[in-house]
Structures are given as structure tokens and as C-alpha cells.
């Protein structure tokens, strides 16, 4: 039975560790083999608290039964600004078994619905260029791409950001 649970510090080390195996699933072969074979569980456990402590983010860890096997993230923007976008999908990872299963539609739904409340016309979420089942679900989602940033030395920098919007856009 798949339960989502919003994410108390505690959970930090759990979110780590879940983290280390969404890379290995979703970016082996896009980054660099180090950033995954040196991947520290316990300096991401303490930067994950502060994220999970932060009142301007909202995570949620997605459990099979006792097994953590996805997380996701919204809120203002964790790594920079883009445009006037004052909304950010921060993460969205599932293991490949709880792929297009209609969980990533369903934190859609709930993102959208709270973008409604607070009166939030439009979001925006990045990922990386060659991550392709990422940019495939975006759009399916209705993304559409504002921007790419490419070129970089390291791969892992080189990102598509998709727009997202609630009603009509111009």
C-alpha cells in the first residue's frame, strides 16, 4: 500500500539514504560516476533536515509499506531563481517499479490544488537534460520549456526548466 508522509526531521537520514538509490536508478550514466559513488549519506541526512525544517518547503516521503521509495519537494526555489517563478516542484523521484503508476499525476494534482489556494498562477521545476522519462512525464504534465542551460563542465548542471500554469497563459 503506497502512503505519502510529510517529512519530519527524523526523517532526514531516510530521505538520504532513499536519495542515494534514486541517483543510482535515474543518473547513472548522466553524471559523473563519482557524484554517485561518492555519495555521503550522512552530509546529504543533515542538508535534507534543513530543508525538511525550512517553513518555506513542503516534503513528503512516498512509502511501500515500510520502504521509502520516492520523495518530493515543493516550495520557493531551492537552487536559484527563475523568471518571476515564485513556486518551485523541487523534487519528484520514484524508484523505476513506482513509475507510471499515477503517483507523479497525483503530486500534480495536489501541487496544482495548493498553487489555487495561495493564489499562485504558475510553478516551474528543472531536470536534467538528458534525464528523458523526466522531460517525457513534464510535459505529459503540461510543461511546457522556458529555458535550457547547457554546456556545463559538469553534466549534472545542465538543466531544462519547465513552466507550469494555471490558467490561461500569454
Known sequence: MITFKKAESADSLTLAQTRKKLW???YRGIYPDEMIDEYDVDAMAERDRKIIEDEAQTVYLIFDED?????YCYGTPLY??????SLCLNSLYLLPPYQRQGYGTSIFSI??????IWDIPKFFCCCNVKNLPAQSFYRKMGGVIGEESTGHENPAED????????GEHR
Open 67 to 71: 520502504e521509502c521509495v520516492g520523495y
Open 80 to 85: 536559484g531563481s527563475y523568471k518571476d517563478f
Open 24 to 26: 543510482e536508478a535515474t
Open 111 to 116: 501541487l496544482r490544488h495548493y498553487a489555487k
Open 159 to 166: 538543466q531544462t526548466y519547465f513552466e507550469f500554469y494555471l
